[in-house]
């Protein structure tokens, strides 16, 4: 399998514009996280999914940010309008089901997203 | 809440032996697991421990003391490519079991 894969790779967009990111889990994973990596508060998660129904969104730092999953292939990280203080790395992983997925994320190789 | 404590960085020499410290405070406490992190990469899975004692896997071993609410990663035989950052992740009853919050990292610097 071609591991985790999240594009696009780089963004750099302007303040008030909407910004997506996408994400494809490795196939057979039941669970895909969404992440948000910056130097001051580290490793957040943002939003989770099971079988592709979201089951936590408590990480969501406010109304403009919002995923879906429409497919087990699939999910997309929405911000609408960014703030340049959304310039951080997201990060989507996906794990299997059973014991292992709880502790057990592989990781795609992250989008850097600079909001100017 | 969760809480967990690591040191923010570690430096050592090639060819020793370190030890990277994790201490939590959670609750339903349920496993810790460590992940490597390179400089703009990914973070990628380690070890994983639920009960008390050593795990080994090849150069790297954690273990766990849930009396203490303390575990460890220890590296031996140190090479320049295990310079990055590593960081502990709780799973626990706050998290639903189903995710894992991590703590701040640590930077390992390997020098020559």
């Known amino acids: 399998d071609a591991g985790v894969i999240q594009s696009p790779r780089h963004e750099v967009t302007e303040m008030g514009q909407e910004v997506t990111l996408r994400c494809k889990p490795i196939?057979?994973?039941?669970?895909l996280f969404w992440y948000r990596q910056t130097m001051m508060r580290g490793l957040e998660l943002l939003i989770y999914?099971?079988?592709?129904?979201?089951?936590?969104d408590s990480g969501m730092p406010e109304d403009r940010f919002s995923a879906k999953m429409p497919n087990a292939s699939f999910s997309t990280l929405k911000i609408q309008p960014s703030e340049p203080r959304d310039s951080a790395v997201y990060f989507c992983?996906?794990?299997?089901?059973?014991?292992?997925?709880?502790?057990?994320?592989?990781f795609g190789p992250g989008t850097r997203l600079t909001v100017t | 809440g969760q809480s967990l404590e690591q040191p923010s960085e570690v430096t050592a020499v090639e060819g020793a032996i370190v030890q990277i410290n994790c201490t939590y405070q959670?609750?339903?406490?349920?496993?810790l697991s460590w992940y490597q992190q390179h400089d703009g990469g990914a973070p990628t899975f380690l070890s994983y421990?639920?009960?008390?004692g050593l795990e080994e896997t090849g150069r790297f071993s954690s273990f766990l003391s849930r009396s203490d609410s303390y575990g460890y990663l220890l590296l031996q035989e140190l090479q320049m490519k295990d310079s990055a950052s590593y960081f502990c992740?709780?799973?626990?009853?706050?998290?639903?079991?189903?995710?894992?919050?991590f703590g701040k990292g640590t930077m390992l610097l390997v020098s020559p």
């Open positions: 992983a996906s794990s299997p089901g059973g014991q292992a997925g709880s502790y057990e994320q592989y």
């Open positions: 196939s057979g994973h039941d669970y």
């Open positions: 999914f099971n079988n592709n129904v979201p089951i936590d």
């Open positions: 959670t609750s339903g406490f349920y496993g």
């Open positions: 421990n639920a009960l008390d």
């Open positions: 992740a709780v799973r626990d009853l706050d998290s639903g079991y189903s995710t894992l919050t």
